[in-house]
């Protein structure tokens, strides 16, 4: 992770919804954007920003973030799907090259990830743990 790019695993959609708050409400970050991955066991979350943060808003950054998930580095497909996507590839087209679950990319959008957590619910008939 770079100081315009932070990588994080979170293990349910609970703690991915508090980092999409937190980034709402952030006005004083240069959010660019936000990935938001699904995976069987949890979600991988990828912030750029516009420009490399400062060391005081850095350090809160990653305080944050590790109070939430841990530091992640993606496996080479999904370093691809997150590249494609960054590049300006479709979410559909990324999710069908590198069978990845993209649930959100742009500004972070609490009603992306909540509408997946429903309909991947309703599909089950249940809901796993890494969506609650």
């Not at 516009?50 to 005081?56: F, G, K, R, S, T």
């Not at 109070?67 to 087209?93: C, D, F, T, V």
Request: charged share 25%; aromatic share 10%.
């Amino acid at each position: 992770m770079n100081g315009n790019e932070y990588i994080y695993f979170l293990g349910n959609a609970s703690l991915t919804l508090r980092m999409v708050e937190y980034l709402q409400r952030a006005n004083h970050l240069p959010v660019r954007f936000m990935t938001v991955i699904h995976q069987i066991d949890g979600w991988i979350v990828k912030v750029k920003m516009e420009e490399a943060l400062n060391e005081q808003q850095d350090g809160d950054f990653r305080a944050f973030g590790i109070e939430h998930g841990i530091p992640y580095k993606p496996e080479n497909r999904l370093q691809m799907a997150l590249w494609s996507l960054e590049i300006g590839e479709s979410p559909i087209e990324v999710m069908r090259r590198y069978q990845v679950a993209v649930v959100s990319h742009g500004s972070p959008e609490k009603s992306d990830i909540e509408a997946f957590r429903q309909q991947f619910t309703r599909g089950l008939g249940y809901c796993p743990e890494t969506l609650a």
